[in-house]
C-alpha cells in the first residue's frame, strides 16, 4: 500500500509552493501568448513556408516572456502597494508572503533567460530583425509595472499590449518563418490585438476602485466606467467587423469570415460590463473574454492553414 502524501513531512509544504508558483505564473493568461503565434504560423504553413523549427522556438519565446510579465507584474505591484486585500482578482503571491521578492525577481530573470535563448535561434533562423523584436518585446514588458516610470500606472498598458502581444507578436510569428511579413499578417494581427486588449480592459475596469485607492493610474481609472465600457465593446465587436471586413474585400482568406459565427460569444462579456459591477460577475467576463479571444484565435489559424 502506497502511504499518503500527508505522511511525508513537508509534502503539504511543497504542494502549496508548487501552487503558488502556478497562481503567480497565471496560467490562465497564457492564451494571450499563444494565439497570435498560433495565427502567424498558420498563415505561413498556408502560404507553404512554415517551419517547424521557427514555430517551435516562437512559441517558447512568447510563453517565455508572458510568464515573465507575470511574475513581473506580481513583484513591483508588492512593492508599490497596488495589490491589496480588497482586490477582486487571482491573489499576487509575493503581496501575501507566499513567495519573496528576491525569488519572484529570480524567476522573472529566468524566464527572460529562456526567452533570450529563444531569440538567440530565431535569429539564426530569420536574421538580425528578430533581436531588435525581441530586444523591445523585453523592455516593454519590463516597463509595463517596474521601472522608475511604469507605464501601466500612466494608462499606457493598453498601448502596449495591442503593439506587441497583437501587431509585433503575429506578424513576428509569421515573419521568422521566411523572413518575410505579407498584408494578410497585418491584417490579421489587428482583430488579435483588438481582442486582447479587450482581455486588459476587462481586467482592469475589475479593478477600478482598488486600482484607484492604490494610485495606479489605469486607462479604466483615468477614462471611469461608462466610457471604459464603450471601449471594451468597440474593441469587441471592432474585431469581428475587421475580420468580416478584411475577408469581404479580398485582403485576407474568405475563410477566415467563419470567425464571425463566434459573435455569440463575443456579447456575454459586453452584456455584463454594461450591466453589472460586482467582482464574481466582472471575473466572469474577463475569462469570457480570454475564452473569446482563444477561439477567435484557433478559428483564424484553422481558416488560414487550410486555403489550398
Known amino acids: 500500500m502506497i502511504p499518503s502524501s500527508t505522511n511525508f513531512p513537508g509534502t503539504t509544504d511543497l504542494v502549496s509552493r ?11 493568461t497564457l492564451p494571450a501568448a499563444v494565439v497570435p503565434v498560433l495565427v502567424g504560423s498558420a498563415l505561413a504553413y498556408g502560404e507553404g513556408v ?13 510563453l517565455a516572456i508572458q510568464v515573465a510579465a507575470n511574475f513581473a507584474n506580481d513583484a513591483s505591484d508588492a512593492v508599490r ?14 503581496a501575501l508572503g507566499m513567495i519573496g521578492a528576491r525569488e519572484m525577481w529570480f524567476a522573472t530573470w529566468a524566464a527572460i533567460t529562456v526567452a533570450t535563448v529563444a531569440g538567440i535561434f530565431l535569429t539564426v533562423i530569420a536574421g538580425w530583425l528578430i533581436l531588435l523584436i525581441g530586444g523591445s518585446s ?31 507578436a503575429t506578424v513576428g510569428a509569421r515573419y521568422v518563418h521566411d523572413m518575410t511579413a505579407p498584408l494578410a499578417s497585418w491584417l490579421l494581427a489587428l482583430p488579435i490585438g483588438m481582442l ?12 477600478i476602485e482598488t486600482d484607484r485607492l492604490a494610485g495606479k493610474r489605469t486607462l479604466a481609472v483615468i ?20 475580420i468580416a471586413g478584411f475577408a469581404a474585400v479580398g485582403w485576407t482568406p474568405l475563410t477566415t469570415m467563419f470567425a464571425v459565427f463566434l459573435l455569440p460569444l463575443a456579447a456575454i462579456p459586453v452584456r455584463i460590463l ?6 464574481p460577475a466582472l471575473i466572469r467576463a474577463l475569462k469570457g473574454t480570454a475564452r473569446l479571444h482563444l477561439w477567435v484565435g484557433i478559428s483564424l489559424a484553422a481558416a488560414v492553414a487550410l486555403v489550398p
Open 138 to 168: 523585453l523592455i516593454a514588458m519590463l516597463g509595463y509595472v517596474g521601472g522608475p516610470a511604469p507605464y501601466g500606472y500612466r494608462g499606457l498598458g493598453e498601448v502596449f499590449v495591442f503593439v506587441f502581444f497583437g501587431l509585433v
Open 81 to 94: 502597494g497596488a495589490d491589496t486585500a480588497d482586490r477582486l482578482g487571482p491573489p499576487r503571491m509575493v
Open 18 to 28: 508548487l501552487q503558488a508558483w502556478k497562481t503567480a505564473a497565471r496560467i490562465h
Open 274 to 279: 454594461y450591466a453589472r459591477t460586482d467582482g
Open 223 to 242: 477614462m471611469g466606467r461608462e466610457r471604459t465600457r464603450v471601449l471594451f465593446g468597440c474593441l469587441v465587436y471592432g474585431a469581428f467587423l475587421a
Open 196 to 207: 486582447v486588449t479587450a482581455i486588459l480592459v476587462a481586467n482592469n475596469y475589475r479593478d
Open 50 to 62: 512554415f517551419r517547424w523549427d521557427a514555430f517551435l522556438w516562437a512559441m517558447l519565446g512568447a
